[in-house]
């Protein structure tokens, strides 16, 4: 028995995993003399003794429940091995024991700031000052915090603090030493790796308020953009470029005279900007501002900070926070609702994330074998159904939507969160305004949570009032992201019609192993995304024989159905004038080059791009295009034909009936069994056209009958 005991680890709340340096196998157990102690010198009964046949270098002993905030040790072979938190910081025990509902982070006062940090595994922390916001400023002092109930650690500081630079220093049992920005930061310095004391009256915006409650979210038209692709082309026109100001700059042309930026924008007429991350995030460099630096930003670093590389001056802590607010304002004040795309499901580096420097362990999913569970492909997987991961996610959320005023949070891979935390994130949000939409990837991710608690689109009809993007009239229509030259219905290929037709009336009769959604208001109808090819670049692939006319004609069809389609349609920015990212399927790091607006296209295609603001303009005045549940629907659209690569439908109601007709054939087809007396033509991809039963090759056509 000469082998030595290397750790001891706490895995559940009366459970104690000893790791040795070589094979127990073999071992007496019945006379194994292991003993069990606390601080204060009791001995503890050892219950029962477990090993494992495929880990002969660990047992593990039973014993009464332990207090965990005693510290515990274990004598073997006349040697004290201390017992530090293992797995145990993942059970509802823990939580149980730990959770705590206050407030956290430096609550500012013009008297005093509290700052306070969760950290219930630490044995020590200290809150480490600074004499300046710059990023490499040096220390000013350092003061031990005060343990308190639940793990939490606190420490006030009398005066004005306002501005004032900080990080903790946390040390724990096994003497590992963590410095570490505060999670709860509001305000940092350049990059992020400090907190920045934030006086919220110093960033209060003049008369800056809610946007009167939206009418429904089908009622809604989503365009999807990112802060710098917008503004930063030198033929943008846009002062500001590549800046939360440059949103919001009005009067901006290009070159020929034309109008771009938010301008362009307005003139669409969609009600929702959803714009790319623009909390901090770590993947650009924000102390080198005349340095080109592209990156879509899903790599968070501070979750309830605006990104510092948008602002006019990083290095002022408050300016990213009141340009933002700058931004929403202004585009409120142009009837434009802001939806926020928000990253909780994974950080820019566990190891170096404030999140595990606090709590080793906790927030994030482990496999049975210990390791980060990846299902975000990402390098970890957030915890958001253990207690303080879920209660940070609703402060963070409803800390942006009072604050920022938001319209819309857009959960990128929804579905690594849980069924439980997102109905508590509607209620939360509801509780401030009830209309902000909430939506989400809620694709099946293998992350470690049981499927009946993920959030997604099979578990939809558990999350009232919160919505999924509809992978399937995506892929039905345009062929699958996932094979390159695979066609859909718009680009060749065949016996798609039926299918098509489910998700065009809000995704209902979807396989169910998949789809279950309860109404239209959960359904995100799109083709085409920030990421994957743009539908353009896909035609490129499926039909690299086209003529620019035919690829024109179908990327008109493809961009239309949203729009066609009951649910929430939603457009990446740009797809109206058939955006191109020079064939780059996912641009999240590429150069300007690649992402950039090209200003010009929109008036080179500018047939698409006046045929998508009829459509916008025929939804908005009709409300059979955006009809609320699918009793509605099935009562008031039935399908005319589904073959032969054409969709028709009609749309009624006592007052007007509309025939829908979607011809993805490259030939003229023909409407059969359908009476047009007395119908006109009121929308078509052709131009004029005659309400004809010959419709013309790829191509929308609407007709109106007045009864």
């Known amino acids: 028995m000469a082998t030595k005991l290397t750790k001891a680890l706490i895995d559940k709340i009366n459970q104690i995993n000893l790791h040795f340096e070589s094979s127990i196998d073999g071992w007496d157990l019945d006379n194994l003399d292991i003993k069990l102690t606390d601080e204060e010198g009791s001995f503890y009964q050892i219950r029962n003794i477990k090993t494992y046949k495929r880990d002969k270098e660990r047992l593990t002993i039973v014993t009464a429940r332990l207090d965990l905030e005693k510290n515990y040790k274990i004598i073997f072979a006349g040697t004290e091995t201390p017992v530090?938190?293992?797995?145990?910081?993942?059970?509802?025990?823990?939580?149980?024991?730990?959770?705590?509902?206050?407030?956290?982070?430096?609550?500012?006062?013009?008297?005093?700031?509290?700052?306070?940090?969760?950290?219930?595994?630490?044995?020590?922390?200290?809150?480490?000052?600074?004499?300046?916001?710059?990023?490499?400023a040096p220390q000013l002092g350092t003061f031990t915090m005060n343990r308190e109930e639940n793990g939490v650690y606190s420490c006030l500081l009398n005066g004005n603090q306002n501005g004032l630079s900080y990080q903790y220093r946390v040390t724990f049992r096994d003497g590992t030493v963590n410095y570490t920005g505060d999670p709860y930061a509001k305000a940092v310095v350049v990059n992020g790796k400090r907190s920045v004391v934030l006086n919220p009256d110093e960033v209060k915006l003049k008369n800056f308020k809610r946007m009167t409650k939206f009418t429904n979210p089908v009622d809604a038209i989503i365009y999807e953009l990112h802060t710098r692709d917008l503004s930063i082309a030198a033929d943008s026109g846009i002062k500001n470029k590549g800046k939360f100001l440059g949103l919001i700059e009005e009067g901006t042309l290009n070159s020929k005279g034309k109008p771009t930026g938010l301008d362009y924008i307005k003139s669409l007429g969609v009600s929702h900007i959803q714009i790319l991350p623009i909390f901090d995030y770590g993947s650009v460099d924000e102390s080198k501002p005349d340095v080109p630096q592209f990156n879509w930003g899903y790599d968070p670093e501070n979750y309830d900070s605006p990104e510092g590389s948008y602002s006019t001056d990083a290095n002022n802590p408050q300016t990213r926070i009141i340009e933002m607010k700058q931004m929403i304002d202004g585009l409120h004040k142009q009837g434009l609702r802001v939806i926020m795309d928000v990253v909780y499901n994974h950080v820019f580096n566990a190891a170096k994330?404030?999140?595990?420097?606090?709590?080793?362990?906790?927030?994030?999913?482990?496999?049975?074998?210990?390791?980060?569970?990846?299902?975000?492909?990402?390098?970890?997987?957030?915890?958001?159904?253990?207690?303080?991961?879920?209660?940070?996610?609703?402060?963070?959320?409803?800390?942006?939507?009072?604050?920022?005023?938001?319209?819309?949070?857009?959960?990128?891979?929804?579905?690594?969160?849980?069924?439980?935390?997102?109905?508590?994130?509607?209620?939360?949000?509801?509780?401030?305004?009830?209309?902000?939409?909430?939506?989400?990837?809620?694709?099946?991710?293998?992350t470690a949570l049981a499927e009946d608690k993920k959030a997604i689109q099979k578990n939809a009809v558990e999350m009232p009032r919160i919505a999924h993007f509809n992978d399937s009239i995506r892929d039905t229509a345009k062929g699958s992201v996932f094979f390159d030259d695979e066609p859909g219905f718009i680009n060749g290929a065949s016996r798609q019609e039926k299918l098509l037709l489910k998700n065009i009336m809000g995704g209902q009769d979807l396989d169910s192993k998949t789809y279950n959604f309860s109404g239209p208001d959960q359904v995100v109808q799109y083709l085409e995304a920030h990421d994957n090819y743009t539908l353009y670049d896909k035609l490129l692939l499926t039909n690299p024989d086209d003529d620019a006319e035919t690829r024109r004609l179908r990327h008109l069809l493809g961009t239309s159905i949203p729009l066609l389609s009951q649910g929430i349609p939603f457009f990446h920015a740009g797809q109206e004038f058939m955006r191109t990212k020079d064939g780059v399927e996912n641009s999240y790091k590429s150069p300007d080059s690649i992402n950039e607006f090209d200003w010009n296209r929109p008036y080179e295609y500018a047939e698409n791009v006046d045929f998508f603001r009829s459509l916008i303009k025929l939804r908005k005045s009709e409300p059979l295009f955006r009809l609320t549940t699918f009793d509605q629907i099935n009562k008031h659209i039935h399908a005319l034909q589904t073959k032969k690569k054409l969709i028709a439908y009609e749309l009624e109601d006592d007052k007007v009936s509309y025939i829908v007709v979607l011809n993805a054939s490259e030939k003229e087809n023909k409407l059969e069994d359908t009476e047009l007396k007395d119908y006109q033509v009121i929308l078509s991809s052709h131009g004029k056209q005659d309400n004809s039963r010959i419709l013309p090759p790829i191509s929308v056509t609407i007709m109106k009958k007045e009864k």
């Open 84 to 136: 530090y938190f293992g797995a145990v910081v993942r059970t509802d025990e823990f939580d149980n024991i730990f959770a705590y509902d206050g407030q956290l982070g430096a609550l500012y006062s013009p008297q005093a700031t509290n700052f306070k940090l969760w950290a219930p595994t630490a044995s020590k922390v200290e809150l480490i000052v600074f004499k300046n916001n710059q990023e490499e």
């Open 353 to 446: 994330h404030a999140f595990h420097l606090t709590v080793p362990g906790y927030f994030f999913r482990y496999t049975r074998t210990g390791q980060l569970s990846d299902g975000t492909g990402c390098g970890s997987d957030t915890a958001s159904e253990r207690a303080m991961m879920r209660k940070y996610m609703i402060d963070s959320l409803t800390y942006w939507a009072e604050n920022f005023k938001l319209d819309g949070f857009r959960f990128d891979l929804m579905g690594i969160h849980d069924i439980e935390t997102m109905n508590e994130i509607r209620a939360a949000i509801d509780e401030i305004d009830p209309s902000i939409i909430i939506l989400g990837e809620g694709w099946d991710l293998n």
